[in-house]
């Protein structure tokens, strides 16, 4: 057994080792022993260590382990999120991402295509906007469909971690593979801005040499020229500004009022007095505000789903072979797959009739039969 993915089991389910020593009917030091790899365990211990977790002798008995750092979870604060939450939201994101891999390897999925680092933060804003198909005055669309047909893989946690919204990683091999995981449950427009920010820490933060805190900052503002560039709010805020107005930029331009108060300020668009003066009518119209944001379509990753139904049988997923080749529960792959868009889900009408499809998906193979 390899005592790496009893400890990855471990931190999915949530458990310390004592309370899945307790589980097993073991002591701790045995679950230390074992994870450590000092340790092979019984045939009766393994079999009650597959019972106990749900996930099959197979799966812990691979000795290849995907490569999936931390990420942007290393920035958020002690006081923010405990180790044990983060490791468990990094598992989510790993055994996703794994199952993704699986399924990759057999289908036609597309290479990363952005540029990365090398360059200011507000030009590198600019230059993955530009490579988005976007001119500064054009509003971004739907910013997970347009990442996703560039390579980059987004999954939705099944389980929702209040004290994380996301994080973003370069994993695989090599590091070479964009992932950014949705693991809160946040209004449309915060959505948005939560990928873009996560998107700013894969292009400018690659290595983490540096003060962890600018890190922060320098995505907020990576994500502000992505979402509401400084040409265009140059024209569109003028003093005087009302709430009114940032109502209807917020509906073109889908991102939150509040987003859009800060950015206008901090380009000094509008004065101190006027940016008071907005928060504080913010809070007073704060049931309707968040009324407006739940009204609004929440954009949700689909290629996960997308090559689970190519590869296995369409919307009727065949989940005992999708669990034999991958090694995974069926319970965990539909927990998996169901957290993400489906077909129906995620085609919506264009204002000129068009149907946004599926990126990719026709290219895709329908061979299920290879292993």
């Known amino acids: 057994m390899n005592g790496l993915r009893l400890k990855q089991v471990r931190e999915f389910l949530g458990l310390t080792q004592s309370e899945l020593a307790l589980k097993l009917g073991a002591s701790q030091s045995t679950v230390a ?24 002798q197979e799966f812990f008995e691979q000795m290849e382990v995907t490569e999936f750092p931390l990420g942007s979870l290393l920035y958020r604060s002690r006081n923010a999120i405990d180790a044990s939450e983060r490791a468990r939201v990094n598992r989510y994101g790993q055994f996703m991402f794994e199952v993704a891999e699986k399924l990759a390897s057999k289908l036609k999925y597309p290479q990363f295509k952005l540029p990365k680092g090398g360059m200011d933060v507000v ?61 809160g449950d946040t209004p449309a427009d915060r959505t948005r801005w939560t990928i873009a920010h996560e998107l700013g820490h894969l292009d400018l933060h690659s290595t983490l040499f540096g003060d962890i805190q600018a ?21 569109l805020v003028v003093e005087p500004f009302n709430l009114m107005r940032a109502a209807r930029i917020r509906s073109e331009w889908k991102v939150s009022i509040q987003a859009l108060v800060r950015r206008a300020h901090d380009l000094q668009l509008i004065s101190d007095s006027t940016y008071k003066s907005l928060f504080v009518q913010i809070s007073q119209q704060k049931k309707k505000l968040q009324e407006l944001s739940e009204a609004d379509v929440p954009e949700r990753p689909r ?13 009727r997923i065949n989940y005992q072979q999708f669990s034999k ?4 529960p069926i319970a965990v792959l539909k927990q998996f797959i169901e957290a993400q868009a489906s077909q129906e889900e995620y085609t919506r009408k264009k204002p000129q009739g068009k149907i946004l499809d599926f990126p990719g998906e026709k290219n895709y193979s329908t061979d299920v039969r290879e292993n």
């Open 33 to 56: 022993y074992l994870e450590g790899g000092y340790l092979q365990p019984s045939e009766e211990l393994l079999r009650t260590i597959c019972e106990c977790t749900g996930f099959p």
């Open 215 to 235: 890190f922060e900052r320098e995505a907020d503002i990576f994500a502000s020229e992505l979402l509401l560039p400084e040409e265009t709010m140059s024209r």
């Open 325 to 328: 080749d991958t090694k995974f």
């Open 303 to 315: 290629y996960l789903r997308g090559m689970a139904e190519k590869r296995y049988g369409g919307k």
């Open 123 to 183: 030009t590198a804003a600019r230059i993955i906007r530009s490579n988005l198909g976007y001119t500064p005055d054009s509003p971004i669309d739907d910013l997970i469909y347009d990442l996703e047909k560039n390579g980059v893989f987004i999954f939705k946690s099944p389980v929702l971690f209040p004290k994380t919204e996301a994080f973003a990683v370069w994993a695989g091999h090599e590091n070479k593979k964009p992932v950014i995981v949705l693991t």
